[in-house]
């Protein structure tokens, strides 16, 4: 997917949490939260991420499975939000995402273009990974393996796991 001009990129990624939030077994997540939100919000291209009364966006449950996490943020461009992804500590915690979420069968991310400035709704974004759910990769929805300039996920990402989401 080419970046239309004007815009930026907006993503969504959601996780069945293991257990509660405030559980000791989520502890390494949870106090870790600060640190990577932290270096997102420092990290060049970084645009907006979406922030709820927690502090970060742990007590938003737009599903009806309560133990359905989010993360929304937007990035001046794909190649920021790779960089921030595979190219600091973020990795080495998405490398350990198996201790904290459950495997999802179905996709769990998705990316979309937003004209530069707009902030996407909770609702628009899970509207999106429906939409890429139901009809795949398009101009409307997409994922790393669409987004054109996307390059560091093909060597970068960590191995996937069966039990990861």
Same mark, same amino acid.
């Given at each position: 997917m080419q =970046? @239309? @001009?004007? #815009? #930026?990129l $907006? =993503?969504?990624n959601i996780g069945r949490i293991r257990h509660e939030i405030d559980d000791p077994r989520m502890a390494d997540f949870t106090n870790n939260l600060a640190l990577v939100n932290g270096l997102a919000e420092r990290s060049p291209g970084f645009v907006w991420r979406f922030i709820d009364d927690s502090g970060n966006s742990t007590s938003t449950r737009p599903y009806a499975d309560p133990r359905i996490a989010i993360n929304m943020s937007v990035w001046e461009n794909v190649e920021s939000l790779e960089r921030f992804v595979y190219q600091t500590v973020h990795k080495r915690f998405y490398g350990r995402r198996a201790e904290w979420f459950e495997h999802f069968a179905e996709p769990y991310f998705v990316m979309w273009w937003v004209p530069a400035g707009h902030r996407p709704s909770v609702d628009e974004a899970v509207a999106r990974l429906e939409h890429f759910k139901q009809h795949g990769r398009s101009d409307h929805a997409f994922d790393w $393996?669409? $987004? &054109? &300039? $996307? =390059?560091l996920w093909k060597t970068a990402r960590c191995a996937p796991s069966e039990h990861a989401a």
């Amino acid at each position: 997917m080419q =970046q @239309p @001009p004007n #815009h #930026h990129l $907006a =993503q969504l990624n959601i996780g069945r949490i293991r257990h509660e939030i405030d559980d000791p077994r989520m502890a390494d997540f949870t106090n870790n939260l600060a640190l990577v939100n932290g270096l997102a919000e420092r990290s060049p291209g970084f645009v907006w991420r979406f922030i709820d009364d927690s502090g970060n966006s742990t007590s938003t449950r737009p599903y009806a499975d309560p133990r359905i996490a989010i993360n929304m943020s937007v990035w001046e461009n794909v190649e920021s939000l790779e960089r921030f992804v595979y190219q600091t500590v973020h990795k080495r915690f998405y490398g350990r995402r198996a201790e904290w979420f459950e495997h999802f069968a179905e996709p769990y991310f998705v990316m979309w273009w937003v004209p530069a400035g707009h902030r996407p709704s909770v609702d628009e974004a899970v509207a999106r990974l429906e939409h890429f759910k139901q009809h795949g990769r398009s101009d409307h929805a997409f994922d790393w $393996a669409t $987004a &054109s &300039s $996307a =390059q560091l996920w093909k060597t970068a990402r960590c191995a996937p796991s069966e039990h990861a989401a």
